[in-house]
C-alpha cells in the first residue's frame, strides 16, 4: 500500500501539470466542427464508415444510415435522441 500510495503521490502531480501545459498551449480538443465531421477525415484525410453521416436531432448527435428510407431515417433520429 505504501508503494501504491508514493507512486501516486509522485505520478499525479506530474500528470497534472503536464495536462494543464497541454490545456493552455496546443489544447486538448478538436474544434466542434472537426468533433461533427469527425476525426477520421480531418486526420487520415479518408472516410472510414461511409455508410454513416452525422445526423442532427433535437437532444444532440447521432448516426444515420446512409441507405435509411425516410421510416427508418425518422426512428434512427429518435433512437439518437434517447
Not at 498551449?25 to 472537426?34: A, C, F, K, M, Q
Not at 477525415?41 to 455508410?51: F, K, S, V
Not at 433535437?58 to 429518435?78: K, N
Amino acid at each position: 500500500l505504501i508503494g501504491v500510495g508514493v507512486a501516486f503521490l509522485w505520478v499525479f502531480p506530474i500528470c497534472l501539470v503536464l495536462f494543464k501545459v497541454l490545456s493552455m498551449t496546443i489544447g486538448l480538443r478538436v474544434s466542434p466542427e472537426e468533433e461533427i465531421q469527425g476525426l477520421d477525415l480531418g486526420e487520415h484525410g479518408a472516410n472510414c464508415y461511409p455508410d454513416f453521416a452525422p445526423a442532427v436531432a433535437s437532444g444532440g448527435y447521432g448516426t444515420l444510415s446512409a441507405g435509411a428510407t425516410g421510416s427508418q431515417a425518422a426512428s434512427e433520429v429518435r433512437s439518437a435522441e434517447t
